[in-house]
């Protein structure tokens, strides 16, 4: 009877398991999600064996964050997790400790079959099983771990990679990176394998959004936007520029984000000729302009929308010249992009929209008409350098491929600049563009980008003067 009783209590278990919220196993996508990543990484090793470390816990009183490819592959939002993929056999192993901190923060996800219920994931076991694991599995096979540093919140890969670099070369640092170490516990487990790098193949996967990937990045471009617009509405002479991106993480917070996708970039004046100037530091003056650019961190997803408005809330003639002209130009270029074509051919065919953009615009100011001219030069040349944009999705610098062509489900950017010759000021806008079959989509078109539409929202109080 009492062996019949502890079955029965250890079905319930799992079925309350599965219905309830799940600890430390994330909302953001069902298991099947990260089934099916797991299912393709499988395809891509053959006989080998991928194995992938979590991201420790933070030496301080913040919120755990997991690192993006392991998060990827797993939605498990576990310290220390360790994934074991096993191309061969066609299942998953998930290796976590016990539970540390139940105590304090409420229920974790441990070892055992309420485990590999929630997340979809074949054997949940002691992480210490480990290395007997890949002992008695990695004879003769290749072994597929990440190279890359790891990225977690707020990060790209970029920053990651030269922050450990850095490290391992600092005369008074020195340390290895995690990646390294594990590579070298990796072999010490189980000598005579071939190592070979897992980042590739996860960023290939990553590069090409899933339905459930484009349908979370509508969301967090969403939010970012409500917050850019909070932002516009906030700004007027004599704040600072924090007060801006406070205005923006009022939103982000509302609509449950984890933390920044990047720092904010609020500058205004001189600032503005920084790309990424955050220290947010400087008084808005009467006839500024303002560059703001930020984005949260959405259940591991991120966005990046800038937009140019006038501290006073109206452009002054000159400001809307340049804005004008710039604009033009700006949604020339979008208009351009589609899947299937040549990007350096995009490019150029912006260019000559661009001449024809400036040959009908009434100049007053030969400074603007220069530095229009200058700005469609690069397209021209179908060679711009960096004013295509980046990638984006679970990193606002996100991983990429080599293409000759733009493809449906690509996610990115683009944020071409614009300043006069020796003037302390610039202007860059930027919108999320999503590509489809047919051509592309612009998922934050909402945000206002005219003049009027601008100078009507900065009409409206801000989330400091609403009562």
Not at 195 to 213: N, Q, T
Not at 277 to 302: E, M, N, S
Not at 434 to 458: C, Q, R
Request: proline residues 6%.
């Amino acid at each position: 009877m009492r062996r019949v009783l502890a079955v029965l209590v250890c079905v319930l278990g799992v079925t309350l398991a599965a219905r309830q919220p799940a600890p430390y196993f994330t909302d953001a996508f069902p298991r099947e999600e990260f089934a099916a990543r797991r299912a393709r990484v499988m395809e891509q090793i053959g006989d080998g064996l991928a194995v992938v470390q979590g991201a420790p816990e933070m030496s301080a009183e913040v919120a755990f964050r997991q690192n993006n490819q392991f998060f990827y592959l797993t939605g498990v939002e576990v310290p220390r997790a360790i994934l074991v993929i096993d191309g061969r056999a066609k299942r998953s192993m998930l290796f976590l400790g016990p539970p540390r901190r139940e105590r304090y923060n409420g229920p974790e996800l441990g070892p055992g079959a309420p485990a590999a219920t929630i997340t979809g994931i074949e054997s949940v076991v002691e992480r210490d099983q480990l290395a007997a694991t890949l002992a008695d599995l990695a004879k003769g096979r290749t072994i597929y771990t990440p190279f890359r540093a790891e990225v977690r919140g707020g990060g790209s890969g970029g920053e990651a990679a030269g922050h450990a670099r850095a490290t391992a070369s600092d005369p008074w640092d020195g340390r290895p990176s995690r990646e390294t170490v594990f590579q070298q516990k990796l072999q010490a487990a189980a000598p005579g394998f071939e190592l070979k790098d897992l980042d590739p193949i996860v960023d290939a996967m990553r590069f090409v959004k899933s339905d459930r990937e484009i349908a979370m990045m509508r969301e967090v471009t969403r939010i970012t936007g409500l917050g850019i617009m909070e932002a516009m509405r906030e700004a007027a002479p004599g704040k600072y520029e924090y007060e801006l991106f406070a205005a923006a993480e009022w939103v982000f917070r509302r609509h449950n984000s984890q933390g920044p996708g990047y720092f904010p970039l609020s500058a205004t004046g001189s600032n503005t000729i920084y790309t990424h100037y955050h220290r947010g530091a400087r008084k808005l003056a009467d006839g500024d302009i303002v560059q703001f650019d930020y984005a949260p961190d959405y259940k591991y997803y991120t966005s990046d929308i800038s937009r140019v408005f006038p501290a006073n809330g109206k452009f002054s003639p000159r400001q809307r010249e340049l804005y004008t002209v710039y604009l033009r130009m700006y949604q020339a270029l979008m208009a351009s992009i589609r899947p299937g074509v040549p990007i350096g051919q995009v490019a150029s065919d912006a260019g000559a929209k661009m001449a024809a953009i400036i040959g009908g615009f009434t100049f007053t100011d030969p400074k603007v008409k220069e530095a229009a001219t200058k700005f469609a030069a690069q397209y021209q040349s179908g060679k711009p350098r960096g004013s295509l944009g980046h990638g984006l999705g679970m990193e606002v610098h996100d991983v990429t491929v080599r293409r000759e062509a733009f493809q449906p489900g690509e996610l990115f950017t683009i944020e071409p600049a614009i300043s006069i010759a020796g003037e302390d000021s610039a202007m860059r806008i930027e919108d999320v563009i999503l590509i489809t079959a047919k051509g592309f989509e612009n998922l934050s078109s909402f945000v206002p980008i005219e003049i009027d539409a601008i100078e009507k929202l900065m009409k409206e109080p801000g989330v400091g003067e609403r009562k």
